[in-house]
């Protein structure tokens, strides 16, 4: 039987509050830059740390307790890789 975030593994989805606002209106006030490093925690399917590179070019990490989610991170970055 799976929890919440098990549930959440398995369908492929995280849920991230604030979306890509948040996200941007963080990046901007931390003003992350290509130069930074960037730790993700709890970063799910990995779609916000993908985001985060692309829209600053800074390193990103990210970590994840869910070993599905790290998978689904792995093969969401991996088309990435390639280009």
Not at 2 to 22: N, R, V
Not at 44 to 55: L, T
Request: glycine letters at 10%; charged letters at 20%.
């Amino acid at each position: 039987m799976y929890d919440y975030f098990g549930i959440q593994a398995q369908i492929g989805i995280t849920k991230h509050m604030g979306g890509l606002e948040a996200t941007q209106k963080l990046l901007k006030w931390c003003e992350i830059d290509n130069s930074d490093h960037v730790l993700v925690i709890g970063s799910g399917n990995g779609v916000s740390a993908i985001k985060i590179h692309e829209m600053t070019g800074c390193n990103v990490l990210g970590i994840d307790l869910s070993e599905d989610m790290v998978l689904m991170a792995q093969k969401n970055l991996s088309p990435l890789k390639r280009e």
